[in-house]
């Protein structure tokens, strides 16, 4: 079971770290991704993380300005998020994926972020 935390209203500019909290089972037995979906917009995926934690992948829209990374002491997750836009406005979601799976199977419930102009 995935628990994301952390959303909020923000200005543009800010500063947000999202959590997602694993139960059962060690993240460090899946690949695990940030998704987010915005109103009338498709589901994308944002960050991933490998199961060692060594690899991770951004999407293009985010790259540089967001951190993935986990914590297996704490099995979590997170997603730091830096110099935050309107156009970052979306619930965001965490996953996990099995290894050799080519989908995530596991979702968390999803935290929303807002950010002001």
């Known amino acids: 079971q995935l628990q994301a935390s952390g959303g909020g209203l923000l200005q543009a500019g800010d500063s947000l770290r999202l959590s997602c909290a694993a139960s059962?089972?060690?993240?460090?037995?899946?690949?695990m991704g940030w998704f987010r979906q915005a109103p009338g917009r498709e589901r994308e995926r944002v960050a991933a993380?490998?199961?060692?934690?060594?690899?991770?992948w951004y999407a293009q829209s985010v790259k540089g300005r967001f951190t993935i990374s986990n914590d297996n002491a704490k099995n979590t997750v997170y997603l730091q998020m830096n110099i935050l836009k309107p156009e970052d406005t979306a619930i965001y979601y965490c996953?996990?994926?099995?290894?050799?799976?080519?989908?995530?199977?596991?979702w968390g419930q999803g935290t929303q972020v807002t950010v002001s102009s």
């Open positions: 996953a996990a994926r099995e290894p050799g799976s080519a989908g995530y199977e596991y």
């Open positions: 059962g089972r060690p993240i460090a037995d899946y690949a």
């Open positions: 993380i490998s199961l060692s934690g060594t690899t991770t």
